[in-house]
């Protein structure tokens, strides 16, 4: 029997728990993000697909949204029963004949022999309806890129077989931004190149892309324009390489001392997280976000792993201190990342740009880990 990658996606996940929680908002728009106050900050979560309708999509300000989609329906995150539902379905999966890789609450990768894939993904919805009344779509692929871009084709609910065959009749004409790991800023880059389209992408030549985004990067766009990826399927237990925490402030942050005591109160309650994980950390990160919109990071390493809690607040302002743009803030978040050697990882590709829909959901401070799409392998 042939080999194939299976991407399983949860259609509309967090819209969908909620739906199934009030079945009288089934049909309306549905957006989840914060703490379901639009008048507040905060962001989408997800929307459901009748809010997308409206041009409302994961990581829009809730206000935005209010006035893209005035009727709709807003509710606060509740983490827990997210966490209960994605169990459920990832204990569907676990049941199968199938390497399981679990991206995150929605999402999970299926490495399958079957000489009738799409019969195998019709047979998966079927189960995972059965188990939650959740939908899902499904993507089949030779690999892993090709099983991710194929999800989006078949949503949703539905089922989409892209390969290596049909990779570029289906792909090459697309804008490069289309591939799962280029995004925006990357596509501009390469447009200033004189590449729009993946097919044009995949012809480039590997030395002038390796002198454009280094030589790791560079040819690794070529491959993903080609549809390659030697990236297995991996169904041993994720570990995080970091916790973080954020908030979003309603009103922003003039003072810079305020700021000062912001980043330490995180740093503490990213410390709690890190004790708990009894894992060393070797690198701080803070994230800030000036009003309206703008967001930059600087990190901080440390001369040894530690948890020491005054180490890592250290540390976090220091980082901090890096930052010269004083304008308001509207957002901060912590960011402590572990030692690669206090537990085995995976080994890491490069990751230029990811998609927002890659990210991790928006205003969800402890999401269920979810590996990074590892879309290529580096030379």
């Known amino acids: 029997m042939a080999g194939w990658v299976l991407h399983v996606d949860l259609d ?6 909620e739906v199934l929680r009030r079945p009288e908002l089934r049909g309306l728009p549905v957006v989840v993000g914060g703490d379901g106050d639009p008048t507040k900050r905060g962001v989408v979560s997800t929307a459901s697909y009748e809010a ?16 893209r989609c005035p ?11 997210y ?11 676990r049941e199968l004949d199938a390497v399981v890789e679990v991206l995150g609450w929605d999402e999970a990768f ?8 799409e019969a195998y993904a019709r047979d998966v919805q079927r189960r995972v309806r059965a188990a939650t009344a959740l939908d899902c779509s499904i993507g089949i692929g030779d690999n892993r890129l090709q099983a991710k871009l ?10 989409f077989r892209l390969t290596t065959a049909s990779w570029f009749d289906v792909l090459g004409d697309r804008p490069t931004d289309a591939l799962w790991g280029i995004g925006r800023k990357t596509a501009k880059k390469l447009a200033a190149l004189g590449i729009d389209t993946v097919r044009q992408l995949a012809a480039a030549d590997r030395e002038a892309m390796a002198a454009a985004f280094g030589p790791a990067t560079g040819p690794w766009l070529v491959r993903l324009a080609n549809g390659r990826d030697r990236s297995p399927v991996v169904g041993t237990p994720y570990v995080a390489r970091s916790r973080s925490r954020e908030t979003t402030f309603q009103t922003d942050l003039v003072d810079w001392d305020d700021v000062r005591r912001e980043v330490a109160v995180l740093a503490r309650r990213v410390v709690d997280d890190v004790v708990a994980e ?3 950390v070797v690198r701080v990160v803070v994230k800030v976000r000036h009003a309206p919109f703008f967001t930059s990071t600087h990190g901080q390493p440390l001369g040894q792993a530690t948890s020491d809690a005054a180490v890592i607040e250290a540390a976090a302002l220091a980082a901090l201190d890096r930052f010269e743009d004083r304008r308001p803030v509207r957002l901060l978040g912590v ?29 969800l401070e402890q999401r269920v880990p979810a590996r990074e799409p590892t879309v290529g392998e580096p030379t």
């Open 278 to 280: 009894q894992r060393p």
């Open 71 to 81: 009727d709709a329906v807003f509710l606060p995150v509740d983490k827990p029963a």
């Open 52 to 67: 997308r309708a409206h041009g409302v999509h994961s990581g829009l300000p809730l206000r935005l949204a209010a006035r």
């Open 110 to 117: 299926l490495a399958v022999e079957t000489d009738d894939p």
């Open 150 to 159: 194929a999800t989006d084709m078949g949503k949703p609910a539905g089922v």
């Open 83 to 93: 966490d209960a539902v994605s169990a459920a379905v990832m204990a569907v999966l």
């Open 12 to 17: 509309q996940f967090l819209a969908a728990v």
């Open 335 to 363: 960011r402590a990342e572990f030692s690669r050697s206090a537990a085995p990882e995976p080994e890491q590709k490069p990751e230029p740009e990811q998609k927002p829909e890659l990210e991790q959901k928006p205003e």
